[in-house]
């Protein structure tokens, strides 16, 4: 079963504009990743956090943690129409050493130009 | 490195038939992960490897599904028989844990419809 709730559902911005997303779970965790996929394609990994850092940076994205609220955001800065597809929190819990991932539901992000 | 690799992209079969779906992981990585996608259920791990061996398996639905992974450079995902409800696409990836990273990498996925 899904762990993770993701919010909004979908999100629809100008290019040029930052599109914000959330993403809440359960368990305590290892760490808490984002993925993206494209419609049709697979899932293509953009950033992890470890469970002791609270924001992490990479080229225009930003993703902060809050383990006591158990939520995450994803702040794409100045996004691109190339930036259009899903975004997927994934946790590991703990509990896993395997890095078994458990997804949210996503959300769907369209960056018209 | 090509990725991982998944075959066939694309199957459409009738219900009762038997379904293999198939994975080439990326060369040295030690874990490889199968997941199911659907719109209502989302993303859903259904088994995992860790050096060929499989370490959890609670995700898959049913009997009528079975996963092995005979080598280090092949996984197999079988459906038998299918039913109209295992439509879904099917995705693969595969991790370097002993790296001490977490992130997986994803086939391109298989999508499979039952009818």
């Known amino acids: 079963s899904q762990q993770g709730e993701e919010d909004p559902q979908a999100l629809s911005i100008q290019e040029g504009e930052n599109a914000t997303m959330n993403c809440s779970y359960k368990?305590?965790?290892?760490?808490l990743q984002w993925y993206r996929q494209n419609s049709g394609r697979g899932l293509v990994h953009l950033i992890l956090i470890r469970s002791n850092e609270r924001e992490k940076h990479s080229g225009r994205l930003r993703v902060t943690l809050d383990t006591s609220k158990k939520s995450s955001s994803l702040l794409i800065t100045a996004s691109r129409a190339a930036d259009t597809a899903s975004y997927f929190c994934a946790t590991v819990s703990i509990y896993n050493q395997g890095g078994k991932l458990i997804f949210g539901q996503g959300t769907e992000l369209s960056v018209k130009p | 490195d090509a990725g991982v690799i998944q075959s066939p992209r694309h199957e459409v079969t009738e219900m009762g038939q038997e379904v293999t779906l198939r994975c080439k992981p990326i060369s040295g990585h030690d874990y490889l992960f199968w997941y199911r996608q659907t719109m209502m259920r989302g993303l859903e791990l259904l088994i995992y490897?860790?050096?060929?061996?499989?370490?959890?398996d609670s995700g898959m639905p049913e009997d009528r599904f079975s996963a092995k992974m005979p080598n280090a450079s092949f996984s197999t995902l079988k459906i038998q028989p299918s039913e109209p409800r295992d439509s879904a696409v099917y995705f693969c990836?595969?991790?370097?844990?002993?790296?001490?990273?977490?992130?997986?990498?994803f086939g391109p996925g298989t999508r499979l419809t039952v009818t």
């Open positions: 368990t305590s965790i290892n760490n």
């Open positions: 490897f860790n050096n060929n061996v499989p370490i959890d």
């Open positions: 990836a595969s991790s370097l844990r002993t790296s001490g990273k977490y992130e997986q990498y």
